[in-house]
């Protein structure tokens, strides 16, 4: 009896306290249509008013200029503001049509151009999904991969040697790939500039001084940063290996410019860059036949880990916090039973 009797005040009490919010809501969305509609009136007459000036005006130019005005084109003119009038009137009076919903195409995974779809070969990679780990072999070999080819043209600058820890390798390893590295320091006590061998802490060192230099030496083009370039590409993994394997004679109806080489899979099949990879370019140390797309896969990891390389905490992290918000919502619901287990 008791809990029937609380139920019952609760309910009157909420719709006493919505009825005048209600009618308060109501009444402010009416206080906002009038300024509206007012603008609207005034609005309409000022065109009217400005248009039969504008015809007196033109009226008064004719005369003036000894030209007979058009009896027809003046009665037209007079008609204009009252026809304003009415459209604005009409255009108050009836609602505006809401615009179709027009479903949004969905985007192709990688054109040519903007205009033919490119079909990229999907690969089916150890980080993909909510649990995938980069694969810390393959992204060793992809690193022999991108110092003994693609470091000659292409820098990565967002990455530093000690960074190498990541795929495996150990201190004394670092140390010695970096020390394979001249970098220019200084000034010294003199105010020269020295070179030394590469430090752990140094960035991965450029193969050209500048950008300028790096255009003098390939023809004019500028070859790209592979430090975030499988990030900043559409399906970014299965376009940079489609790309490195899709290097192939071009068809017979298809010119290819001068110092460009043909590419199945790159905006226009015309690239500046000649196929990188060739069989056997490079000796893997742990045996693994060095096929171009092998080296192809292995380097693409290697590039995957580099645009990304917290991937790994971060989906530990994110499965750790999905099992913990399980957990609490569990908890609070039995909580909330056993706070409120006299009102069920």
């Not at 900043?232 to 298809?254: K, Q």
Request: hydrophobic share 45%.
């Amino acid at each position: 009896m008791k809990k029937t009797f609380i139920l019952t005040v609760s309910t009157v009490a909420l719709l006493l306290f919505a009825a005048p919010v209600h009618a308060e809501s109501k009444a402010a969305m009416e206080d906002t249509k009038a300024p509206a509609k007012a603008a609207a009136t005034l609005n309409a007459e000022d065109k009217a008013a400005a248009a039969k000036t504008d015809a007196k005006a033109d009226a008064a130019e004719a005369v003036k200029a000894d030209a007979p005005v058009d009896a027809k084109a003046a009665t037209d003119a007079e008609a204009k503001p009252a026809e304003a009038a009415a459209d604005a009137v009409a255009t108050e009076s009836v609602p505006a049509a809401e615009p179709a919903k027009v479903e949004e195409a969905k985007p192709a995974e990688s054109h040519n151009g903007g205009h033919e779809k490119i079909h990229l070969t999907q690969v089916p990679w150890s980080f993909q999904g909510a649990t995938g780990t980069f694969d810390r072999a393959a992204a060793q070999r992809g690193f022999q991969v991108y110092k003994q080819v693609c470091s000659a043209c292409h820098s990565m600058s967002r990455l530093s040697y000690r960074n190498l820890k990541a795929l495996g390798y150990n201190d004394a390893e670092v140390k010695a790939i970096a020390a394979d590295a001249t970098i220019q320091d200084g000034p010294n006590d003199e105010g020269e500039m020295f070179d030394r061998p590469g430090r752990p802490s140094d960035h991965f060192k450029a193969p050209f001084a500048n950008d300028q230099a790096a255009r003098y030496a390939n023809g004019g083009a500028l070859p790209p940063d592979f430090s975030l370039i499988v990030r900043a590409r559409a399906d970014g993994s299965n376009y940079v290996f489609n790309l490195l394997t899709g290097y192939t004679e071009a068809p017979a109806d298809f010119k290819v410019s001068p110092g460009m080489h043909y590419n199945k899979v790159f905006p226009g099949h015309q690239i500046a860059m000649p196929a990188p990879l060739t069989a056997g370019a490079v000796t893997y140390d742990d045996g693994t036949d060095a096929s171009v797309e092998q080296m192809a896969k292995d380097v693409t990891t290697f590039l995957s880990w580099a645009s990304d390389p917290t991937m790994e905490i971060r989906k530990q992290t994110g499965l750790k916090v999905i099992l913990f918000l399980v957990i609490f919502s569990v908890l609070m619901y039995l909580t909330k039973r056993k706070v409120w287990k006299d009102m069920h």
